[in-house]
Structure formats: structure tokens, C-alpha cells
């Protein structure tokens, strides 16, 4: 059974940043490409970053720049280091793949920016 389980957020002022991490449980990570996504209330889920197999990254505009997507495959990883922080950042931040995710998703971890 996949099993994702997300840690590192908190709270943060605007301008300073945090490292999401992303634990899997399951067959096949190196194999699959992985992302971060994120709900803000009243609002649907969105990707924000994804990472293939080989390492190759894609952004959402809103984050290019700020956000950077890594993973260890070795140990099931995937990581999120967010800087330059906005208020619109703030969120419920998952992982999971980018494309078909899977159906099990993680609970989340909470990045709220505030002052």
C-alpha cells in the first residue's frame, strides 16, 4: 500500500522560508515522477512542483523561482525548500505524483504565512 506522510510546515513570516519532507511507503519510488501540491481553503488542489525520475523539475509560475523540488531516492524522499514566502503561500501542502496520483494521499502539513 502507498503511504505518503508530509512534514515541515509551520508557521513562517512573509520572506522566510521552510523545507517540506516527504516520506514514501510503497514499490517503485525511483520509477515514478513525484510533486508538491497545495490547497488553500475555499480553493481546489493544485501542483506546484513535480520531479521526474531522472530529476528533471517543473514549476507553477507562482512559485518559479522561490520553491525548489529535490529527492533522495535512495530513501523515499522527496523534498520542497520554499523561500521568499508570501501570505498566498499559505496552505495544506501535499505529495503524491503528478500525473494519476495515487489514491491514498498523505495528511498534509500546514504552511501558513503570516506577520
Known amino acids: 500500500q502507498v503511504l505518503f506522510v508530509e512534514s515541515g510546515g509551520g508557521l513562517v513570516q512573509p520572506g522566510g522560508s521552510l523545507t517540506l519532507s516527504c516520506a514514501f511507503s510503497?514499490?517503485?519510488?525511483?520509477?515514478?515522477?513525484m510533486g508538491w501540491y497545495r490547497q488553500a481553503p475555499g480553493k481546489q488542489r493544485e501542483l506546484v512542483a513535480d520531479?521526474?525520475?531522472?530529476?528533471?523539475?517543473n514549476y507553477a509560475d507562482s512559485v518559479k523561482g522561490r520553491f525548489t523540488i529535490s529527492r533522495d531516492n535512495a530513501k523515499k524522499m522527496v523534498y520542497l525548500q520554499m523561500n521568499s514566502l508570501k501570505a498566498e503561500d499559505t496552505a495544506v501542502y501535499y505529495c503524491?505524483?503528478?500525473?494519476?496520483?495515487?489514491?491514498?494521499w498523505g495528511q498534509g502539513t500546514q504552511v501558513t504565512v503570516s506577520s
Open positions: 503524491n505524483r503528478p500525473a494519476n496520483p495515487f489514491e491514498n
Open positions: 510503497g514499490w517503485f519510488f525511483s520509477i515514478n515522477a
Open positions: 520531479i521526474g525520475p531522472g530529476g528533471t523539475t
